[in-house]
Every structure is written in structure tokens, then in C-alpha cells.
């Protein structure tokens, strides 16, 4: 069957879309001649044009996308020969362009497009971040930078890289020690500089496996320690900030809306596994954040496992809510502290809690990648997030699963992490950070050595691949909303072939190395070594005060033999 894409209407019915028929006529993409329905057709010959036509479709729209970037930003025009799309976020457009920039070969550029809508600090924030502390130990540079009207265009040096995903169960050991190594390098230098990356994730680490080569890249939603050397990180506001300037603004100003309100959250922007809704009562673990009444701390009653008793047929579900551990500061509340309520420490949210002014802190980011103390709002962030968005990284090479956590929302999310990290010791280490969550369940904490080894189909007493998980299936995550929230129970891919240790050679790779990005990869991986667990286990360190520092990782002896 012949559907048009993307509406999916069927021209073979006579069914097109009016838009699509515009399209295809302004476009001049040639259809296939509609012909009569037979049901001998070959199924394949089908699908490939389909495919074909799907693949026309996208050409088509990034051909005008190009075009629409001509025309905002001409001088483009002048220096760059764009050639095609290759990255699109919620907040920018990135093409791969040449240019004849200096005497000698074309180079290869990328052009980020930044949607005109971007807050003027946060964009000039970005270019920053770049230019101070890019350019060097595995963090981006910049070349140039283009503006027209509200158009801004970053221009940086072109680094191929590999999909994460495609080449995750293909790495030898040792390639991901290096890899571990590079990105410590890029984050010890950008906390050097006061920078929080705020979305360290494998699609922000770019990887060249060939030439070795990595770059940390996107600061578009970074933020400054209180010492930041990056200046124009002192004007960007966090969500947190904006939404608490908001409501302290709200009763002053009325009928104007801020003009430099900033962009959009950026955690619309999220891997798209997250965009995977699950609905909640289905998930294995349920947390309800609540305040504390009269912002104290209260002696728990009771705490109440909601959802056992609300869904009694789903079994292993833990309940927990966030509350603030401490006094609270009076303005966070919008009605008078003085008013008490009943439904301290039980699974109800009454009205006057509702009429409280909910705690706002920095949560931009990954949802599966988001540490402890963002996911339980935190006030006070420091550098520590990407630390634990390294390990949560460093965990998915261990494992060979991709992405590891998989939550629709922040508290799913934290739900995930007491899986594998306990649910005592989550709840001991917020209160270091003054939180303090209700869990209606105890998970222990898992060995991670153990958990590793499972999921990649390694069994410790035979160290060879004894389980059926191979390369493709790694995108299946480790621990979603649909899976038991024991690891240890996570569902096996079906069998697949084991084709031996090594590189082989394979036809698909995006940097024109020769290695099969889907064969199992064994070199290495018989013989992990206590420290590979250790460093794990200091990276997801559910305490930002003592999780391991960048310059200190590089220093942990999983890198013993490795040079700066
Ligand atoms: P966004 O804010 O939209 O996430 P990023 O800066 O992360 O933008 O870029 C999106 C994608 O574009 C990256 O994941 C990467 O694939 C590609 N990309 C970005 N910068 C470069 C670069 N300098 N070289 C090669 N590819 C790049
Ligand atoms: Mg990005």
C-alpha cells in the first residue's frame, strides 16, 4: 500500500491530502503512478517505496528548510554551501554546511540555527560558553557567528560522529575507558569555568570513533556556578528563577507580559523516549511531591502506600512523595503559613496544600538523566548534575542498554533510580539536601557489577556472552514504567546472533570506519575491572556533596595508565 507521508493519506484510494497535493505539485516530487489494487504485490516492493517516498518527502522538507535559512540569514549564502540537515531540537536547527574558509580544502561546518524565539542572553550566553571555554579538551569551539534580525546562526567546526546507539554494544572495553576519560576531560573544563552543562547526554558528547576524537557541544541550556567565569551566565535566568520572578512579579505587574520571558522549558526537548507516555497508574513506582505544612518537618504518622491500596493488582509498586525537609522560606508559600492542614504524610493533597505556591528549582535537562537532587528540585545545584548524568551514561556503556532510565516525568524518574541505587538510601541521602521522600516500599540497592553483567548477558562465573542480548536489541532501556522495577527481571530480547569478538567489517557507519556498529563486541568486556564499578558507583553518588568531582575522576585508577 502507498500511504503519503507524513499525513498518511492513500493516493492508491484516491484519498490525498489537499496540502500533500500542493505540495507534491510544488515540490515536484514524483508519486507513484496510482495503479489498481493487487494483492499479489510483492509486500517488500511496497514497503520500499514507501520508504522511498517517505525519504523524498524529508529531502523535500529539508531542502526548504535550507532554502528558508538563505533567506533569513543571506550572508550564509556568501561563505557556505549548505548540504543538509543533521540535527533538530526544540530550540535549533543544526545543517552541515562547507566552506571555502582559508586556502586549501573545504571545510566542514556546522551551522546551528537557533530558534529566533531564544531569550538575546541565553543565545549570547551560549556563544559564551563556546568561545571561552570551547575550543580545547574535548569542548566545541566556535568560528563564526551570523545574525540577522532575530535570526542567529553558530557556526562551529564539523565533528562526524556515531549514534550512541548504534555503536553501544559494539565498543571494546577499552574504548569505553577512553570514552569515560574524554568526556571527564570536557567537563573538568567547563566546570573549570563555572559552567553546569545541565544536559550532559550521549547526543551532547559527540564521538568520532575513528579518529578518536570527542566533543562536548549544546550550552543552551547551561547555567553558572556562583563563581562563573562565564560573565553572561550571571544574566541567564533558570526556569526556576523565571517562574519565581514571574510570581513575585504577578501582583505588581498586571495585563503586560514580560517581553524577555526566555525560551521554553528545554525539557520539552527530550529524548524522545520520554515523549513515550506511560500513564502513571501503570507505572511500577509513584511519587507525590508535597510540602511540608507550615514548611516542618512533621513527625510521620503514618506513611501511606497509595499505590497498593489504589492498585492492588500491580505488583512491586512503590509510593513515595517529596517533601521539604526544614523550615521553609516563607514567600514560597502563596497562602499564609499560619494555616495548618491534615494531610501531612498521607497520600492526600488537600486544598490549602494546593493553594501553596509550589517550590521552584533548575530541572532542565533529560528526564533519564537528571541526578537526585534536580528531580527533587533542589534549590541549590552545583556541577555535580553532570557528574551523574556521566554516570548514567558510563552505566548504559557498562550495561549495553540505552537509554538506561526511561520515565515520562521527574518522579517515575527518581522512582527508577531507588531501583537500582535503593530506596534507603535515596531517601537518606535527600535529606542531606533537605528533602525528604515517603517510599511505601523498600527496594534494596543493586550490585551494580551484577546488574551490569546481566543486562549486557555476561554471567560472571562464565565470562562469555551466556544470555541472548546483542547489539540492536540495547535500545530496549534497562528500566522503564513498563518493566518490573527490578532489575533483575528486565525483559530478554529475543535471540540473536553471536558473531564473535572484535570488529568486523559492515557497510553502514557514519564515519567511514569499517566495523560492524551491530556486532557484539567481547574484547575487553570478559575482565571488567573492579574499578570501572567503583568509579560507577562515585559517580551515581545520590549525594551531590560527595559525588565525585571531574578532575577527581580522572585521577580514579579505572584511568590509571590514561594521560591527560
Ligand atoms: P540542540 O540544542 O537542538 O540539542 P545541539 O547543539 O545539541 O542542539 O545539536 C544537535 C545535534 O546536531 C547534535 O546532537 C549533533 O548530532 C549535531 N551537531 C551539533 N553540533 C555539531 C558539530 N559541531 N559537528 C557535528 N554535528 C553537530
Ligand atoms: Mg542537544
Same mark, same amino acid.
Given at each position: 500500500?502507498?500511504?503519503?507521508?507524513?499525513?498518511?493519506?492513500?493516493?492508491?484510494?484516491?484519498?490525498?491530502?489537499?496540502?500533500?497535493?500542493?505540495?507534491?505539485?510544488?515540490?515536484?516530487?514524483?508519486?507513484?503512478?496510482?495503479?489498481?489494487?493487487?494483492?499479489?504485490?510483492?509486500?517488500?516492493?511496497?514497503?520500499?517505496?514507501?520508504?522511498?517516498?517517505?525519504?523524498?518527502?524529508?529531502?523535500?522538507?529539508?531542502?526548504?528548510?535550507?532554502?528558508?535559512?538563505?533567506?533569513?540569514?543571506?550572508?550564509?549564502?556568501?561563505?557556505?554551501?549548505?548540504?543538509?540537515?543533521?540535527?533538530?531540537?526544540?530550540?535549533?536547527?543544526?545543517?552541515?554546511?562547507?566552506?571555502?574558509?582559508?586556502?586549501?580544502?573545504?571545510?566542514? /561546518?556546522?551551522?546551528?540555527?537557533? %530558534? !529566533?524565539? +531564544?531569550? =538575546? &542572553?541565553?543565545?549570547?550566553?551560549?556563544? #559564551?560558553?563556546? *568561545?571561552?571555554?570551547?575550543?580545547?579538551?574535548?569542548?566545541?569551539?566556535?568560528?563564526?557567528?551570523?545574525?540577522?534580525?532575530?535570526?542567529?546562526?553558530?557556526?562551529?567546526?564539523?565533528?562526524?560522529?556515531?549514534?550512541?546507539?548504534?555503536?553501544?554494544?559494539?565498543?571494546?572495553?577499552?574504548?569505553?575507558?577512553?570514552?569515560?576519560?574524554?568526556?571527564?576531560?570536557?567537563?573538568?573544563?567547563?566546570?573549570?569555568?563555572?559552567?553546569?552543562?545541565?544536559?550532559?547526554?550521549?547526543?551532547?558528547?559527540?564521538?568520532?570513533?575513528?579518529?578518536?576524537?570527542?566533543?562536548?557541544?549544546?550550552?543552551?541550556?547551561?547555567?553558572?556556578?556562583?563563581?562563573?567565569?562565564?560573565?553572561?551566565?550571571?544574566?541567564?535566568?533558570?526556569?526556576?528563577?523565571?517562574?519565581?520572578?514571574?510570581?513575585?512579579?504577578?501582583? /505588581?505587574?498586571?495585563?503586560?507580559? %514580560? !517581553?524577555? +520571558?526566555? =525560551? &521554553?522549558?528545554?525539557?520539552?526537548?527530550? #529524548?524522545?523516549? *520520554?515523549?513515550?507516555?506511560?500513564?502513571?497508574?501503570?507505572?511500577?513506582?509513584?511519587?507525590?511531591?508535597?510540602?511540608?505544612?507550615?514548611?516542618?518537618?512533621?513527625?510521620?504518622?503514618?506513611?501511606?502506600?497509595?499505590?497498593?491500596?489504589?492498585?492492588?493488582?500491580?505488583?512491586?509498586?512503590?509510593?513515595?512523595k517529596v517533601m521539604n525537609s526544614g523550615v521553609m522560606r516563607k514567600t514560597a508559600s502563596s497562602c499564609p503559613a499560619s494555616l495548618t492542614c491534615d494531610c501531612y504524610a498521607t497520600d492526600k493533597v488537600c486544598s490549602i496544600c494546593l493553594s501553596r505556591r509550589q517550590q521552584v528549582a533548575p530541572r532542565a535537562g533529560t528526564p533519564g538523566f537528571r541526578a537526585p537532587e534536580v528531580l527533587t528540585k533542589c534549590p541549590n545545584q552545583t556541577t555535580a548534575i553532570d557528574m551523574w548524568s556521566a554516570g548514567v551514561i558510563f552505566l548504559s556503556l557498562l550495561s549495553g542498554r540505552y537509554p538506561f532510565y526511561k520515565a515520562s516525568d521527574d518522579l517515575t524518574a527518581l522512582a527508577q533510580i531507588m531501583t537500582i541505587r535503593g530506596s534507603r538510601e535515596?531517601?537518606?541521602?535527600?535529606?542531606?539536601?533537605?528533602?525528604?521522600?515517603?517510599?511505601?516500599?523498600?527496594?534494596?540497592?543493586?550490585?551494580?557489577?551484577?546488574?551490569?553483567?546481566?543486562?549486557?548477558?555476561?554471567?560472571?562465573?562464565?565470562?562469555?556472552?551466556?544470555?541472548?542480548?546483542?547489539?540492536?536489541?540495547?535500545?530496549?532501556?534497562?528500566?522503564?514504567?513498563?518493566?518490573?522495577?527490578?532489575?533483575?527481571?528486565?525483559?530478554?530480547?529475543?535471540?540473536?546472533?553471536?558473531?564473535?569478538?572484535?570488529?568486523?567489517?559492515?557497510?553502514?557507519?557514519?564515519?567511514?570506519?569499517?566495523?560492524?556498529?551491530?556486532?557484539?563486541?567481547?574484547?575487553?568486556?570478559?575482565?571488567?575491572?573492579?574499578?570501572?564499578?567503583?568509579?560507577?558507583?562515585?559517580?551515581?553518588?545520590?549525594?551531590?556533596?560527595?559525588?565525585?568531582?571531574?578532575?577527581?575522576?580522572?585521577?580514579?585508577?579505572?584511568?590509571?595508565?590514561?594521560?591527560?
Amino acid at each position: 500500500m502507498l500511504l503519503c507521508f507524513p499525513c498518511g493519506c492513500n493516493p492508491l484510494a484516491g484519498i490525498l491530502h489537499p496540502n500533500c497535493l500542493v505540495m507534491e505539485a510544488s515540490l515536484g516530487i514524483q508519486m507513484d503512478e496510482p495503479m489498481a489494487f493487487s494483492p499479489q504485490r510483492d509486500r517488500s516492493q511496497a514497503e520500499g517505496s514507501l520508504k522511498k517516498n517517505e525519504q523524498n518527502f524529508k529531502l523535500a522538507g529539508v531542502k526548504k528548510d535550507i532554502e528558508k535559512l538563505y533567506e533569513a540569514v543571506p550572508q550564509l549564502g556568501n561563505v557556505f554551501k549548505i548540504k543538509d540537515k543533521i540535527g533538530e531540537g526544540t530550540f535549533s536547527s543544526v545543517y552541515l554546511a562547507t566552506a571555502q574558509l582559508q586556502v586549501g580544502p573545504e571545510e566542514k /561546518i556546522a551551522l546551528k540555527h537557533l %530558534i !529566533p524565539t +531564544s531569550h =538575546p &542572553v541565553r543565545i549570547a550566553a551560549e556563544l #559564551q560558553c563556546l *568561545t571561552v571555554a570551547g575550543g580545547q579538551d574535548n569542548v566545541m569551539g566556535v568560528k563564526y557567528c551570523f545574525r540577522k534580525n532575530d535570526h542567529v546562526v553558530i557556526a562551529m567546526p564539523y565533528l562526524e560522529h556515531e549514534s550512541f546507539l548504534d555503536i553501544l554494544n559494539s565498543l571494546s572495553f577499552q574504548e569505553v575507558r577512553e570514552y569515560m576519560f574524554n568526556l571527564f576531560k570536557a567537563l573538568k573544563r567547563i566546570h573549570q569555568f563555572g559552567i553546569v552543562h545541565r544536559d550532559v547526554k550521549p547526543s551532547n558528547f559527540l564521538y568520532n570513533r575513528r579518529l578518536k576524537k570527542y566533543a562536548l557541544v549544546d550550552f543552551g541550556l547551561a547555567q553558572g556556578t556562583h563563581d562563573t567565569k562565564i560573565e553572561l551566565l550571571k544574566f541567564v535566568q533558570s526556569e526556576a528563577q523565571q517562574e519565581r520572578c514571574s510570581q513575585n512579579k504577578s501582583h /505588581i505587574i498586571t495585563g503586560n507580559k %514580560i !517581553p524577555l +520571558s526566555g =525560551p &521554553v522549558p528545554k525539557e520539552l526537548d527530550q #529524548q524522545s523516549t *520520554t515523549k513515550a507516555s506511560v500513564k502513571r497508574p501503570y507505572t511500577n513506582a509513584q511519587i507525590q511531591i508535597k510540602q511540608g505544612k507550615d514548611g516542618k518537618l512533621m513527625k510521620q504518622s503514618k506513611t501511606v502506600d497509595v499505590l497498593s491500596r489504589k492498585l492492588a493488582t500491580k505488583k512491586k509498586a512503590i509510593s513515595a512523595k517529596v517533601m521539604n525537609s526544614g523550615v521553609m522560606r516563607k514567600t514560597a508559600s502563596s497562602c499564609p503559613a499560619s494555616l495548618t492542614c491534615d494531610c501531612y504524610a498521607t497520600d492526600k493533597v488537600c486544598s490549602i496544600c494546593l493553594s501553596r505556591r509550589q517550590q521552584v528549582a533548575p530541572r532542565a535537562g533529560t528526564p533519564g538523566f537528571r541526578a537526585p537532587e534536580v528531580l527533587t528540585k533542589c534549590p541549590n545545584q552545583t556541577t555535580a548534575i553532570d557528574m551523574w548524568s556521566a554516570g548514567v551514561i558510563f552505566l548504559s556503556l557498562l550495561s549495553g542498554r540505552y537509554p538506561f532510565y526511561k520515565a515520562s516525568d521527574d518522579l517515575t524518574a527518581l522512582a527508577q533510580i531507588m531501583t537500582i541505587r535503593g530506596s534507603r538510601e535515596t531517601i537518606q541521602a535527600a535529606k542531606t539536601f533537605g528533602k525528604s521522600i515517603l517510599c511505601s516500599k523498600e527496594v534494596p540497592a543493586q550490585d551494580l557489577r551484577k546488574l551490569c553483567e546481566r543486562l549486557r548477558g555476561m554471567d560472571s562465573n562464565t565470562p562469555k556472552l551466556t544470555s541472548d542480548i546483542q547489539g540492536p536489541a540495547s535500545h530496549q532501556p534497562a528500566v522503564s514504567e513498563k518493566t518490573d522495577h527490578k532489575a533483575s527481571r528486565l525483559t530478554q530480547t529475543p535471540p540473536g546472533q553471536y558473531s564473535g569478538n572484535s570488529f568486523k567489517k559492515g557497510d553502514s557507519n557514519s564515519c567511514g570506519y569499517c566495523f560492524d556498529e551491530y556486532t557484539t563486541n567481547l574484547e575487553g568486556w570478559n575482565e571488567v575491572p573492579d574499578e570501572a564499578y567503583d568509579l560507577l558507583d562515585k559517580l551515581l553518588d545520590l549525594n551531590p556533596a560527595s559525588r565525585i568531582t571531574a578532575e577527581e575522576a580522572l585521577l580514579h585508577p579505572f584511568f590509571k595508565d590514561m594521560s591527560l
